[in-house]
């Protein structure tokens, strides 16, 4: 079975410019959830979609970041424009379970703002 | 909200001794509990949980955990280390009666030595 599949694994841009990610769940997790993790801390959340539906998007910074799930399958999140501080790792997981189940994580996005 | 604590940043510890990696929390209202290890380029895997039950909760790869009401710890242990156990190990809450929102710890870095 595949897992969460992540692309690009890295990304390097100059502060300013647009960037976007790419996040295909496990065929089925109707639940997706985009964190960052920032050097030495663990992850945050910053969205969480059940199906297409955007439950949870209250840590997402609206001014810069814009995230999308069409036909609750794949999922892209956006910034634009890019800060210095934004640079972290980007995380995707999704979920097949409710309350107390268990995330399947990509390996992530690795941004680097210059 | 919910918070989570993990004291020690970096766990040396030479191949074969056991290991606790210590994890507190703090909530206003019952979680759920969890750890995820973090192998080097690779997401997150879950090592285990507690939902309910017995305070003693067995993981994979021979780790496990005890849940602490009291002192609202819940740290993992391992009786004895292999050198595949190298990872960042990260412990995390969610709420019982709200969305399946994981708040982690900033981490733990376990480096076993030969």
């Known amino acids: 079975e595949a897992g969460v599949v992540q692309s690009p694994r890295y990304k390097i841009i100059e502060k300013k410019q647009p960037v976007a990610f790419w996040c295909n769940p496990i065929s089925g997790h109707n639940t997706l959830y985009w964190y960052r993790q920032n050097l030495g801390q663990g992850p945050e959340l910053l969205i969480r979609?059940?199906?297409?539906?955007?439950?949870?998007d209250s840590q997402l910074p609206k001014d810069r970041f814009s995230a999308e799930r069409l036909k609750g399958v794949d999922s892209t999140l956006k910034i634009q424009p890019a800060e210095l501080g934004d640079s972290a790792v980007y995380l995707c997981?999704?979920?097949?379970?409710?309350?107390?189940?268990?995330?399947?994580f990509g390996s992530g996005t690795q941004l680097s703002v210059l | 909200a919910q918070s989570v604590t993990q004291l020690d940043s970096q766990v040396p510890v030479f191949e074969e001794a056991p290991v606790e990696l210590r994890c507190n929390y703090s909530?206003?209202?019952?979680?759920?509990l969890f750890w995820y290890v973090q192998y080097p380029n690779q997401g997150l895997q879950l090592l285990l949980k507690y939902l309910s039950g017995s305070t003693l909760v067995k993981g994979i790869n021979g780790f496990e955990a005890e849940f602490n009401k009291s002192q609202t710890s819940f740290h993992l242990r391992k009786p004895s280390v292999h050198i595949s156990d190298t990872a960042e190990y990260f412990c995390a809450v969610s709420d019982q009666t709200g969305a399946n929102n994981l708040f982690f710890g900033t981490g733990t870095r376990l480096t076993v030595i030969p």
């Open positions: 997981a999704s979920s097949l379970e409710g309350r107390g189940g268990k995330l399947f």
């Open positions: 979609y059940e199906n297409e539906e955007a439950v949870d």
């Open positions: 909530s206003s209202v019952s979680v759920y």
